[in-house]
């Protein structure tokens, strides 16, 4: 089993940037495929970026080119850099793990373990 916590989140004005941070204890990551997901005010959560055990990574369209994800196996942690952020953004942001490492799912009830969460406001 593994525990998952989000850090990185805050307020950032239109076009600027975050980098998100989810520390892993209990395993390493390197055994599970990874998410990111948000979920914003009176809507569902939906999948923002993924990456496997290769390290293929994989983004929902209104992300690509801004957002990107990684893995640092060594500190156990993964990251989401967010740049040119937009107000549509703005949501909760949690992390994700899926033991079935080989895929990259967009899918919620695919994940087992799950942060907490953490808040990012855009601005306009």
């Known amino acids: 089993q593994v525990q998952l916590s989000e850090s990185g989140g805050g307020l950032v004005q239109a076009g600027g940037s975050l980098r998100l941070s989810c520390a892993a204890s209990g395993r390493t990551l390197s055994r599970y495929a990874m998410g990111w997901f948000r979920q914003a005010p009176g809507k569902e959560r939906e999948f923002v970026a993924g990456?496997?055990?290769?390290?293929?990574?994989y983004y929902t369209d209104s992300v690509k080119g801004r957002f990107t994800i990684s893995t640092d196996n060594v500190k156990s942690t993964l990251y989401l850099q967010m740049d040119s952020l937009k107000p549509e953004d703005t949501a909760v942001y949690y992390c994700?793990?899926?033991?079935?490492?080989?895929?990259?799912?967009?899918?919620?009830?695919?994940?087992?373990?799950w942060g907490q969460g953490t808040q990012v406001i855009v601005s306009s």
């Open positions: 994700a793990a899926d033991l079935y490492m080989y895929r990259i799912s967009t899918t919620v009830g695919d994940y087992d373990y």
């Open positions: 990456i496997n055990w290769s390290h293929s990574t």
